[in-house]
């Protein structure tokens, strides 16, 4: 099942499917000989799809329901952080050398991948078997499905749902505002997560208008990558300064582009930011809501109609 709620069957049964699927793709990913590295990047990224979904409706849960699920798939993923964490800082480098590689001694770059390469190796066991902690999150994952995914919940229309999308929207757009007078690391990757979040959210409901959420979407996701290379590269310089046979000009001049970079994102990102969190939260909200009404009232199927013509 893909990421999307259909409006042919009761709108809670959907979430529940949505988020069985992806705990399904998480612990396929985990269990399957993928490239590790890739499997661990695709099984966090489908817990925070699981965690929008609960997010999603969150009012309707109710608060301690909601908690409950949030953590349990926050902790889930937070068990290989790590080893995401290893192959973010090698993705930052190359990121790096593509854009600067021109610029700065090649031998710089190759140094720090191999010291790179060779603490990210630290994750994977010599006799080439995936690590017994993939087993670990696939485990919690299928333990999820029987224990906490279950919901039953009657139709409640969309009160709900709207304000929790409000509340996701509201907090990006306090957090883009605040960055505007006072810009920081902190306050983008904040801004961050809550442009990923309603991507995550209007994915699930893009049928209200495809038209409209699905290029909506598309910004958003250009946006959240912005932000996530911002992240990254500040990730990448804390990790130089914690490898101890780095020292001199080597690190130093990374370190200096890296800044460079994360402040052209930056810029970059705000235009997009002002386009996408322009409305009031209220107004916003306002709108999501007539069109996930309208959704409600078109037909599921075509009605077969006869006419006859003397």
Not at 103 to 131: C, H, M, N, T, W
Request: aromatic residues 10%; negative net charge.
């Amino acid at each position: 099942m893909s990421y999307t709620i259909e409006n042919d069957s009761a709108f809670y049964a959907e979430v529940k499917k949505v988020v069985d699927s992806q705990a399904d793709k998480a612990i396929e990913s985990l269990e399957q000989e993928l490239d590790l590295h890739e499997a661990v990047h695709d099984a966090r990224k489908r817990c925070k799809k699981i965690r929008a979904a609960w997010r999603l409706i969150r009012d309707d849960l109710g608060e301690s329901a909601y908690k409950e699920r949030n953590i349990w798939y926050r902790d889930a993923a937070r068990l290989i952080s790590d080893m995401r964490d290893a192959t973010a800082v090698i993705e930052s480098l190359n990121m790096l050398r593509d854009r600067f590689g021109e610029i700065i001694y090649k031998s710089a770059f190759d140094e720090v991948a191999q010291i790179l390469e060779s603490r990210r190796a630290e994750y994977v066991p010599d006799d080439g078997s995936r690590p017994e902690l993939l087993k670990k999150v696939a485990d919690r994952l299928r333990q999820a499905k029987e224990e906490i995914n279950d919901i039953v919940l009657q139709d409640r229309g969309w009160d709900g749902v709207v304000h929790s999308v409000r509340r996701t929207y509201k907090r990006g757009y306090k957090a883009f505002h605040a960055l505007r007078d006072d810009p920081s690391s902190e306050g983008i990757h904040e801004w961050r997560k809550r442009t990923k979040y309603l991507r995550y959210e209007l994915r699930l409901l893009k049928w209200g208008w495809p038209g409209i959420i699905n290029p909506w979407r598309d910004e958003l996701h250009e946006l959240s990558d912005l932000q996530g290379d911002h992240h990254d590269l500040l990730e990448f310089k804390q990790t130089l300064d914690h490898i101890p046979e780095l020292e001199g000009i080597i690190p130093q001049t990374l370190k200096a582009v890296a800044t460079q970079y994360q402040e052209w994102l930056f810029e970059k990102s705000l235009p997009l930011g002002q386009k996408l969190y322009a409305e009031e939260p209220d107004h916003f909200a306002q709108r999501i809501h007539t069109y996930l009404k309208a959704w409600e009232k078109e037909p599921v199927e075509a009605v077969d109609i006869e006419v006859a013509f003397e």
